[in-house]
């Protein structure tokens, strides 16, 4: 055989395989399936090699070669029938799908997109696809090219709407593979089911796979995207779309996002059964060995073309290698999103970078916070320690940690990598947690009374519960205190988390790897490194446990004694984790022991080096997070309108290798000299940084922006003074707070005047009497919607405090918590509906007083106890809800009594007249 007829063989199973049913031209049946593959069907150019029928109609061809073809040089053969006149067929267009295959190798051309370029396929299509794809009136391409409207910008940061819409710039030049780098904490999840809802609704795509680097991850991506709401439709992407987490090996057919690790994927593919506690270990802790490659064979169950798009999150090394065929298999865009990448990540995703957001951008945008590293070391954990032959001791098994007392055989030496595996020293785990309470309390946050939120990394399972122990000991706290976070905690660890997250206890969480990548907990202020990492890029992610921002409020909410924002979290690192590896991201502090006074006098003296400008920029990000905006305004008047965060920003910058770089080319340019960035001189690097740090730094050389800043430092410190003692001489607003209140009232009244037949709820006071139109709480909703936002930003809470200034003896319930439906009582009482002002319960519950005072006088018997209790029950709901229906009777102040039912067997027929009254004559 030739080895093109052997090629040809190959092809035909490799048809069969995909649902093509192969004939010889002589025996041609094209009723005999679906789709049917014709070898050396006759064309007017020659016989070409196969031509695929679907419904009995050409729709493609298949150009075979031998096994070392190279298959572009064949692509205009495969052209040329595909554009050929078929003998007993009349196709006025060319047939739009083309192949080419060696059966080892196969290429595919879709004529109908724009621009059609072939691609490599692992297989051939089903006919089922390809008759679905002609079907539609446009390519997948196509309409990445051209259907994907401009992206709402609502609620993305702009790192996540630069990243979406280069994303889609490299879909529409039809881009195979992608990169999105993007650090730790600035939103990737978020940003990718944004991407995804684009290009299932906007894109048609079919079908999304959204991998994931372990279980626990993928459990938390499926919450992420059931808590996702489109800016364009109020519906949860959920109920927009079928997200199926795998957890078995069974695809839903009608899923158009499916979560998966890679692990299963492969499990899927190969039908080797997938071993459960596989999911629980990210692969950037497995070794690779020459034996273990995946290799993947096509599975009919699920063809090549099963997802159109495939996201990877945290894209880490073994899908280079390891695992890459898995990726191979499917016919898809491939999407990478990292923090931290390499150089085989660049490789493998084309160098298609489409977006770039640093750890240090972040942290000047706020969006993250800096960190420093702080180091504990040991004597054993540095040099380990002997055991001396016949030492008795005891010994434990790692998994049931039953132990027996015997005698050690031989001297056992160890050293401190071996600790915690084949030696435990209880004393050495002692001595680091000792250490950190120690340097925590009176070095790190001497002004906390709790213990920050800290997480603690271990080795295995068996170190993790020796460092609770021994945590639980050194605070002399209870088991609450400290809590194991791993897939084999013997509580639920998702309930341990969430209550990690949230709750004030547990203050210290030990893990192995379950919390390592990707799960957020951002109340985080301490990690304990007590293990070493093999990777550079899962350290990295290790430390991104740690850089999530927080508000105060939400800080104070888990650790009260905080007195600020999250402005930094602290690395102890107890085995030497930070110098046995170089990092991507490095500690912006690099003189911890240097005032701010000092930094900033030194920058102005001329101190430029990067230790010094990175210090300063660190602590000028962490004091704009503690200010607030009238200091923050002081500053930037002093800074000629650059405000703080930005003037620390500016420092980061100057020292941006890439725009160091960029500079001295534009300056080599401008002086008529060609340069890149691999025949730059050391000496024209030095000037253009030198340049770019003048300017970052020109701010400081004012003394007065100096002064004012370490001024504003110093504010955040307090003196308690016990000794003199103080009395009141004047109590009452102060002249400027009632302008500012009469300001209030006047925008509130222009607004209520300009809107008045705009506004439903305005609408129905100035025209319609309450007996002919009922008040809603959507009509008030959209009022309060309309008063909130920027530029009035007019809430109920401030319009009753400005009224309260102004009339006071007119306002009453100015200390009572505000509902929304409070904003009925102000727009009566600014039209002049009525003469006071005071909360609406207070009114629907004078008038429900009046209301069922006249009725039961009215009535042969009067209510019963059990009904005026369900009637003051209805009347609280129409205070809160400015109505009632029958559908409100779900709700759990009602359905915990009985629901609908019960008010229907105490009211009977009189319910919905009782509800009309009392919707028309409590509230409007």
């Known amino acids: 055989m030739t080895p093109e007829a052997k090629a040809r063989l190959k092809i035909d199973e490799q048809l069969d395989e995909a649902g093509w049913k192969v004939q010889d031209f002589k ?31 050409p729709i493609g061809v298949v150009e075979a070669k031998a096994f070392n073809t190279i298959l572009t040089f064949v692509e205009d053969q495969t052209e040329r029938y595909a554009n050929s006149k078929l003998k007993w067929k009349v196709r ?8 080419e295959s060696t059966s080892l190798v196969t290429h595919f051309t879709d004529g109908r997109d724009p621009a059609p370029r072939s691609r490599e396929v692992f297989h051939f299509h089903r006919p089922e696809t390809l008759a679905d794809w002609l079907g539609q009136p446009n390519t997948l391409r196509r309409r990445l090219t051209e259907q994907m409207p401009e992206l709402p910008v609502r609620n993305l940061r702009d790192c996540q709407v630069n990243a979406v819409t280069e994303l889609e710039k490299s879909f529409a030049y039809n881009k195979p593979r992608a990169l999105v780098q993007m650090a730790t904490g600035a939103g990737k999840t978020f940003t990718a089911i944004t991407s995804v809802y684009r290009l299932l609704k906007f894109g048609g795509a079919k079908r999304i796979l959204f991998l994931v680097d372990t279980r626990n991850l993928g459990k938390q991506a499926h919450q992420e995207f059931h808590a996702y709401t489109p800016p364009d439709d109020g519906r949860k992407f959920t109920e927009l779309y079928n997200v199926q987490r795998l957890a078995s090996n069974t695809l839903d057919p009608h899923a158009q996002v499916c979560i998966s690790t890679i692990q299963r994927q492969y499990s899927m593919l190969s039908g080797e059964p997938i071993d459960e506690s596989a999911e629980d270990v990210s692969l950037n802790e497995v070794i690779q060995t020459e034996n273990q490659e995946k290799a993947v064979v096509y599975n009919p169950a699920i063809p090549i073309e099963s997802f159109d ?10 899908i280079y290698n390891l695992w890459k065929q898995v990726l191979d298999y499917y016919d898809a865009f491939l999407i990478g999103l990292t923090a931290t990448p390499d150089k085989r990540t660049f490789g493998f995703f084309n160098e298609n970078v489409v977006a770039e957001y640093s750890y240090e951008q972040s942290v000047a945008d706020g969006v993250n916070v800096g960190y420093d590293v702080f180091e504990i070391e040991t004597e054993i954990t540095k040099k380990g320690s002997r055991l001396k032959a016949k030492e008795w001791v005891d010994h434990r098994d790692r998994l049931t940690r039953k132990k027996r007392w015997s005698q050690l055989d031989e001297d056992t030496l160890y050293n401190g990598k071996e600790l915690d595996r084949s030696v435990v020293n209880k004393s050495q785990i002692r001595k680091v947690i000792q250490e950190m309470k120690s340097a925590v309390e009176t070095v790190i946050f001497p002004n906390r009374r709790e213990v920050p939120k800290t997480l603690i990394f271990a080795k295995t399972d068996s170190h993790a519960d020796d460092i609770i122990a021994s945590v639980r000991e050194v605070y002399g706290q209870g088991n609450a205190f400290c809590k194991k976070v791993t897939y084999r905690a013997e509580e639920d660890p998702d309930s341990i988390l969430s209550s990690f997250r949230n709750d004030y206890n ?3 969480a030990v893990t192995v790897d379950m919390i390592a990548t990707g799960t957020d907990v951002k109340p985080l202020e301490v990690l304990l490194f007590m293990r070493d990492v093999r990777s550079k890029n899962y350290y990295e992610q290790m430390k991104g446990r740690g850089v999530r921002s927080l508000g105060f409020d939400d800080l104070h909410r888990v650790s009260q004694s905080a007195d600020s924002a999250k402005t930094r979290f602290v690395l102890i690192d107890a085995v030497g984790v930070e110098k046995s590896l170089k990092t991507d991201s490095r500690p912006l502090e690099r003189k911890p022991g240097v005032s701010l006074k ?3 006098q030194g920058v102005a003296i001329g101190h430029r080096d990067n230790d010094t400008v990175l210090s300063l920029a660190n602590r000028l990000i962490r004091l704009a997070k503690q200010l607030d905006e009238k200091t923050l305004g002081r500053i930037a008047r002093e800074a000629g309108g650059v405000k703080l965060p930005e003037l620390a ?27 890149t960035e691999e025949t730059l001189t050391e000496e024209e690097l030095q000037v253009a940084r030198t340049q770019r740090l003048t300017e970052a730094c020109a701010p400081f050389d004012k003394p007065e922006l100096r002064e004012i800043i370490e001024a504003a430092r110093l504010e955040r410190e307090q003196v308690i003074d016990h000794i003199n003692l103080d009395q009141v001489t004047f109590s009452g607003f102060s002249e400027q707070a009632e302008v500012a209140a009469h300001k209030t009232i ?5 607004y209520i005047a300009a809107h008045k037949d705009e506004i439903a709820a305005l609408d129905f006071f100035y025209q319609q009497p309450y007996q002919r139109r009922r008040l809603t709480f959507e009509m008030i909703e959209e009022l309060h919607d309309a008063l909130a936002r920027p530029p009035l930003l007019l809430t109920t809470e401030r319009l009753w405090s400005a009224y309260y200034r102004v009339q006071q003896s007119q306002v009453k319930g100015a200390d009572s918590k505000r509902q929304m439906t409070d904003l009925i009582a102000l727009v009566r009482f600014a039209i002049g509906l009525d003469g006071e002002l005071k909360p609406l319960a207070d009114t629907v519950n004078l008038r429900f007083q009046e209301w069922i005072f006249r009725h039961n006088g009215q009535r042969t018997t009067a209510f019963t106890p059990e009904q005026t209790e369900w009637l003051r029950l209805m009347k609280d709901h129409i205070a809160a809800s400015c109505g009632i229906d029958r559908n409100d ?7 915990d009594k009985g629901g609908l039912q019960k008010a229907w067997r105490l009211f009977g027929t009189e319910l919905d007249m009782l509800m009309n009254e009392m919707n028309k004559e409590l509230v409007a």
């Open 309 to 318: 798009f495939i996201f990877i999150d945290e894209c880490h090394r073994s």
């Open 649 to 675: 920003k500016r420092l980061l910058c100057a020292l941006d290798p890439d725009k160091v770089a960029e500079a001295a080319i534009t300056a080599a340019q401008v002086e008529g000299t060609s340069r």
């Open 506 to 508: 547990p203050r210290i």
């Open 27 to 57: 025996q041609i049946n094209l009723g005999a399936n679906l789709g049917v593959a014709v070898r050396e069907y006759p064309t007017d150019t020659g016989p070409a090699d196969y031509v695929l029928f679907v419904s009995r109609e």
């Open 598 to 600: 000092d930094l900033l």
């Open 746 to 750: 006047q925008k509130f009244t222009d």
């Open 889 to 895: 009777f779900d709700y759990a102040e009602f359905a």
């Open 92 to 99: 006025a267009t060319p047939l739009p799908f083309l192949y």
